[in-house]
């Protein structure tokens, strides 16, 4: 491990940016505890913690919208008093925040528009905004309201933001959660780009294989402290784990399982879009059985969220024969109704349908969980801070106690209380949309062996996931979604990323035609379906 960067002699080009003994306390955990910083110009700066480590909080006071307690902020050498995320931008500080910063009832073009110079008018940011989409792969409508944008298209939108204010600091807190393999692969190459133009970056990711390829330097931290320093590219992934964690992630045991009866059954699922931005379903027929992961892959914005909807009782338009929970007709079913079969669900937006960021874990789990309401509607609150202490301990969830506001967590740590919650509930049918956004490798590993754990135990799931690697080392099976359909089943061994991303396009059916030939070839002309 190396030593930190030491301060610059007289007459060297000072450091971009420079944090001393940061330190930020809130009532229930010391954030930040005497942080020092260094970022050169041009230096693609890798930030490494667990879930809780502090990250967040240190970027949030390079931009602006947290004050410290104590230290100081030095910009290109001087000392600087960034109040506000407008003087940030103002010394040329752009930040893409884990969770998004978008005005729900704005435009995307709207949206960014707020964070520019206002010398360019809407019409500029509009054309700016498809120009730069197309050439760094993450196309997006400027004049979509944000609303209607699933998770992966909002994160999309904030690095276009960012990358349009042409910055001389970027700070990335998780930029690639929920973006593709092929979009992250031009994201890097933007970066890079940038890099050798002098922008400095901070970089925030859990992807240890990001951070090997992408950054030159890395500050560790643990518990809110600095612990170490290193180069990145002289690290191996299980190296970087030992810095992060203190250890490697446990090694997931996967093994084969007979599968049970068809527990959920979607039978010709088709659904007209309920906005003039949605996808419209179209026909979509699977099963998953009792004793195995069902994975679906596909690029965010191709149906997964009006198939989500339809699924957890959200939207209710189906017939009721296209959905079957346990047996059972369920297309008209409320999510509650849903829930007395079995069915849970972990939705991708973690605040505001995962959680009520205001409310305390305790209380949160009244969304998904009605043992603790009595007679006439009273509620045990005794009996929920059990149950939510118990999550909290079980999955090794930082937080101020079970009465801690969902908003006062970090967004892995509050993934894995949601996760949890839903997990303890002993579901027939769990579904999981990202099941570890945001979340270092030591939390995304349990979550992973939880799910596998409860697969073993007889539960049926399906997980929706950008995360192609995720999928691969959880699902029995995988389908594809593209443009509101659905891909041929395929066997886990017979996965590949190039197969799978090139059917993440829709170009499926070319596949399944040489694969039903070679078949039948095989078996003397004889063709088996």
Known sequence: MNSPQSIPTPGAVPPRLQLVGITKRYPAVVANDGVSLTVQPGEVHAVLGENGAGKSTLMKIIYGTVKPDEGQVLFDGKPVNIRNPQEARQYGIAMVFQHFSLFDTLTVAENVWLGLDK??????????????????????????????????????????????????????????????????????????????????????????????????????LRGGKVTGYCNPQEETNASLSRLMIGAEPPALQYREVKTGSVVLHVNGL?????????????????EVRAGEVLGIAGVSGNGQRELLYALSGEDTRAAAHMIEVAGK????????QRRQLGLHFVPEERLGRGAVPTMGLAHNML???????????????????????????????????????AKSLSGGNLQKFIVGREIDAKPKLLIVSQPTWGVDVGAAAQIRGEILALRDAGCAVLVLSEELD????????????AKGQLSPSLQRADATLQLVGEWMSGLWNADVQQHLAQVEAENGGTQHV
């Not at 005794?382 to 101020?400: C, N």
């Not at 995720?470 to 979604?481: A, K, M, P, Q």
């Open 329 to 336: 007709a369920a297309g008209r079913l409320n999510p509650r």
């Open 270 to 286: 088709s659904l007209k879009k309920q906005d003039q931005f949605g996808v419209d379903l179209i026909d979509m027929r699977f």
């Open 470 to 481: 995720e999928l691969f080392e959880i699902s029995d099976r995988l389908h594809v979604v």
């Open 119 to 220: 010398r360019m008018s809407l019409a500029e940011v509009t054309a700016r905004i498809e120009s730069k989409g197309a050439e760094y792969g993450m196309d997006i409508d400027p004049l979509r309201p944000v609303h209607t944008l699933s998770v992966g298209e909002m994160q999309r939108v904030e690095i276009i933001r960012a990358l349009l204010t042409d910055p001389r600091v970027l700070i990335l807190d998780e930029p690639t959660s929920v973006l593709t393999p092929q979009a992250v692969d031009k994201l890097f190459v933007v970066l890079k780009k940038l890099a050798s133009q002098g922008c400095s970056i901070l970089y925030i990711s859990h992807k240890l294989h990001e951070i090997r390829e992408l950054c030159t330097a890395c500050t560790v």
């Open 367 to 405: 969304l998904t969980r009605d043992d603790a309401v009595g007679r006439g509607g009273w509620l045990n609150i005794g009996k929920l801070q059990v149950h939510a202490a118990d999550i909290i301990r079980r999955f090794g969830v930082k937080a101020g106690g079970p009465n801690a506001p």
